[in-house]
């Protein structure tokens, strides 16, 4: 090939090996079963003139000799007569794929698209006898453009671009923002090599701050992600690639992160609509594996005269003279300690928080706050064990976000299962500690049993003690399929100081026929509730009279779906409750098995009915429509509900409940989407092996020469030596061209073994191995590829 053109591959041939078409052959003449032989094309072999190739280097395929015995196998018989039968007796669902759907386009770097044009309308609607809701009913509105798009370039990473224009009326209290047009925008780049195991992932625009892993990992305390507007940076290390390694999930050794901007929240509808607070942060953090079993991490983070998000979510007014402005600094240490079926992780947070302006800041009073705790679990076999013990001074805070202060406590949890039985307990008990927050325990069960392949039963339970009250609640329930489809039956109880709540449902997921449309279900759900009210709620309302210590209440829901034609599809739902007190969500909402539309729709009060239907289409194999409508009524007559204790110095008249607390809620919600998608393209491909589990490339190029005067350089004047095999790493090859030049592109960095087949050379020209790197006169050399550089290495051909 010509000097800096693409390299021509030749394939050398390589020692006979068995495949599975050999295996097969040898089989069948071993037991005389008619078996054909499978011919295998040998590549040309090394010496042999192939014709102009522009491929890259690829890895040489070896050549696979017919067995000779296999030619000599019985000729195969006749074979049966075909008899035509249909699958599963011609029951199948049809398939509704669309038949005239592109191929995925492999061709060039991964790339993608999606972009969304969609509305949204919410407009409820409330009204509460002798009280003022004018202020909770706000029609809302939103209708925006997003965009996000990758593409993978050959070695600087995957680019990103997201994007998001909207108007209307969904933005922060304290913002006007129904008047003018409003967007963000976010550039990043993900997994850019730098080298030696080290990727970067950097974002400029709207981003949330990185937060470390030891840091997301804790069952008792969340660590906030800041939303900014500026940019943010993260570096992760991976180790090296050992021949052990399985390589199907790596996670990276060390991680640095930084990040700079503006506060803000992220709000809206749908769309992310951020809000910019003012100020200024500055998030910083560092994690290492320390050794193969210990893990440190320090992330800190300190905010520079931001206005309080939690008074501008709830504040009143322009949202800037009555929010607080709020500077603050904090900082986490965590260190992390495994062995096999053991982890252990201590950790301890301080901040300091200082409001000026405005009322006191939402988050917290001004000073200095500490906290620390410590998680550990063991796990032998199917058993896990965790426990942990915390303690968060009031007043904490992390950057301008509140945190869980004024507690401290512990829990323990257990979980073992088998092939049958599945037990799961927890137990907490937590308090407060200035004395002015809530103190109690927390105790739960779970136990599942497996009675048979298609049914199985299980019991949930869980005990609180807190200021001085015990509730309690219980829920059986079984699980099994018949022909009509899977149905799970439960029954549960509850109590608290003022009643006892008693419930029994039954919900069901049906078989339909093949009759009916592709795609077609449904699913029903039927509960029954029984409210018995306590003595004291009864002396307390006793005016009400007794009809009011015993309530029923009937919940109807049903589920179904189809896709009538190829691409199209759409799902209802409704929902009918005859509720007079819907507590069943606080009841039941931990130990709720259903999960169907009844457990959403339990925090509702009064009688509701409730329906929603959403559709799609799919208009084109990148078009799609989507349209979704709710509509919810609910009336309620609650003696427990909304009161007005200015109209009494003592407080609301028990006559006073009735005739105040009838009320009723409307809420109509509209969404509607048109989105546009593509994707193509295939992961860029590397030569040589790979030192790391995700690295970058560079090349490797050079000349195979005939060093006339044995200076071992490569001198004006002499020749190249065409024709010559030179590999990489013993999996792939190049031939040199005419002028002695040969190029690997797109080499993985790290170190790789060179060697040569250099028959080809004219006699009395011989290569050898440089000193001290080969063995028996071969050609031996390792060079290290950096990443997007063009290493380049030389090889002389003495005369002998």
Known sequence: MSKGGDDQPQWAPRPARCDAGSLLAVAGALLAVPQAATAQTAPHPAGTDDPPSDRKAEPAHAFVPEPAFAKDAPAPAEPAGYSDRLISDGKLAPDTSRSDEPAHNRSGRIRSIVAELGGTLISPHTRINGVTSSGSDQVQREIGLSLSGRYQTDNWGMLGIDGE?????????????????????????????????????????????????????????????????GGGVVLNRYRALTPSDADENPKSVSTVNLAIGQPGLFGGLRLGNFTGLGGLAISAGAQSELSGRLTAAFQGIAVENTRDPYGVVFGTGDGTTAVPRVTSRGGIASIAWRAPGWRLQANAIVSSVRSTGGSASFIASSGLAAGAWIDGSHRSGRTTQTAGFYYFAPDLAWGNAAVINNVWGGYYRYSTSSQRWRWTGTIDAVRSVNRRGTDGALATADVRRQLTFTTDVGVNAALRASQGRVTAQALGYVDFSTRFGTTRAEAGWSHVPTYDLYRVAWNQTWSLPPSLPAGARLTTQIAFDHRRESELAATTTASAGPAHSHSNAVSIGVNAGANPFAGVGFDASVVYSTSATALSSSVYGPVDAGGGVLSMLSTQSGRTLTANVTASARLSSK??????????????????????????????????????QKTSFRLVAGYLTLRYSMSAGSAHQTNGLRHYPFSGTGELVGRVFLDANGNHRRDPGEKGAADILVYMDGLYAVRTD??????????????????????????????????????????LKTVDVGVRRTTELDIAAERE
């Open 165 to 229: 224009l909207w108007r209307g009326t969904a933005g922060r209290s304290g913002t006007n923002s129904s008047r003018r047009l409003q967007g963000t925008l976010a550039l990043s780049d993900r997994r850019l090599a730098l080298g030696r195991g080290w990727l970067a992932d950097t974002t400029l625009g709207t981003l949330s701050a990185p937060v470390l892993t030891l840091m997301s990992q804790q069952p008792r305390f969340y660590t906030p992600s800041l939303p900014l507007l």
């Open 623 to 660: 078009w799609t429509a989507i349209a979704s409508f709710i509509s919810t009524r609910s009336n309620t007559l609650n003696r427990y509900g909304l009161t007005d204790p200015s109209q009494s110095p003592i407080g609301t008249l028990p006559g006073d409940y009735d005739s105040r």
């Open 738 to 779: 005419e002028n002695g030049y040969y190029r690997f592109d797109s080499v993985a960095e790290g170190p790789h073994r060179i060697t040569l087949n250099a028959d080809a050379l004219p006699l009395p020209w011989s290569i050898t191995a440089p000193e001290g790197a080969g063995t028996q006169g071969t050609y």
